[in-house]
């Protein structure tokens, strides 16, 4: 059974609803799952700016933030972030880099990783958000898992084959079936390989 941590930010709740589904499907692949949200480091006047920002961090103060110790525990970790100018959410750039140490430490390699995002235009950024945020696991030495077109539910939820993400309108509609259906792919795909590649692991440890 491999352990699963989902890491993610969200400022008014699509990319939980997105996290929400990968952990399903990470679960149903018989996963451990953590789903942790980073921390939110914007200002009060900020989050008070949108009314939907400010019901989010409300309905999330007091759960679990996320930790390096949480990817130290995980076999595969799968990173939210909301598109922010084609690029990651600053929020989660800062938790990726509070870990100089684990990395430093060896402690983030030889593990699955994958990405999932969001933007309000059909282009606004989503490849490169994913793609940028690709580039910090090439330095983990982590296994980039993405879905590609091996299933059917990419197509449907727009085809990107980088990571699941979402198109949610000028209203900020959230995900739609497709999407969560592309997510839950996403979760049992991560998880179906990091078992794979605890496998062997767990053979020479026994020996």
Same mark, same amino acid.
């Given at each position: 059974? !491999? %352990?699963?941590?989902? =890491?993610?930010?969200?400022?008014?709740?699509? %990319? #939980?609803?997105?996290?929400?589904?990968?952990?399903?499907? #990470?679960? @149903?692949? /018989?996963?451990?799952?953590?789903?942790?949200?980073?921390?939110?480091? @914007?200002?009060?006047? @900020?989050?008070?700016? %949108?009314? $939907?920002?400010?019901?989010?961090?409300?309905? $999330?103060? /007091?759960?679990?933030?996320?930790? *390096?110790?949480?990817?130290?525990?995980?076999?595969?970790?799968?990173?939210?972030?909301?598109?922010?100018?084609? %690029?990651?959410?600053?929020?989660?750039?800062?938790? =990726?880099?509070?870990?100089? /140490?684990?990395?430093?430490?060896?402690?983030?390699?030889?593990?699955?990783?994958?990405?999932?995002?969001?933007?309000?235009?059909?282009?606004?950024?989503?490849?490169?958000?994913?793609?940028?945020?690709?580039?910090?696991?090439?330095?983990?030495?982590?296994? =980039?898992?993405? !879905?590609?077109?091996?299933?059917?539910?990419?197509?449907?939820?727009?085809?990107? *084959?980088? /990571?699941?993400?979402?198109?949610?309108? !000028?209203?900020?509609?959230?995900?739609?079936?497709?999407?969560? @259906?592309?997510?839950?792919?996403?979760?049992?795909?991560?998880?179906?390989?990091?078992?794979?590649?605890?496998?062997?692991?767990?053979?020479?440890?026994?020996?």
């Amino acid at each position: 059974m !491999p %352990n699963v941590a989902i =890491i993610y930010y969200s400022s008014t709740g699509t %990319n #939980a609803a997105i996290a929400e589904a990968i952990a399903e499907g #990470a679960r @149903a692949a /018989g996963a451990e799952v953590r789903l942790r949200l980073v921390a939110e480091t @914007a200002p009060d006047a @900020a989050i008070d700016s %949108n009314p $939907k920002w400010r019901a989010f961090v409300d309905e $999330k103060r /007091g759960e679990p933030r996320a930790t *390096p110790a949480d990817l130290e525990w995980a076999d595969a970790v799968v990173f939210g972030t909301p598109t922010r100018f084609g %690029n990651m959410a600053a929020q989660l750039k800062q938790f =990726i880099d509070t870990l100089g /140490g684990a990395w430093f430490q060896g402690k983030l390699a030889d593990k699955v990783y994958a990405g999932f995002t969001s933007a309000m235009n059909v282009h606004g950024g989503q490849e490169a958000t994913l793609l940028a945020l690709y580039t910090s696991i090439h330095h983990f030495g982590g296994y =980039i898992v993405t !879905p590609g077109y091996t299933d059917p539910v990419t197509f449907a939820s727009g085809g990107n *084959p980088y /990571g699941v993400s979402v198109t949610t309108g !000028p209203e900020g509609s959230g995900p739609s079936e497709h999407d969560l @259906a592309h997510a839950r792919y996403l979760g049992r795909r991560v998880a179906e390989v990091a078992a794979r590649l605890r496998a062997p692991r767990a053979e020479v440890s026994a020996a």
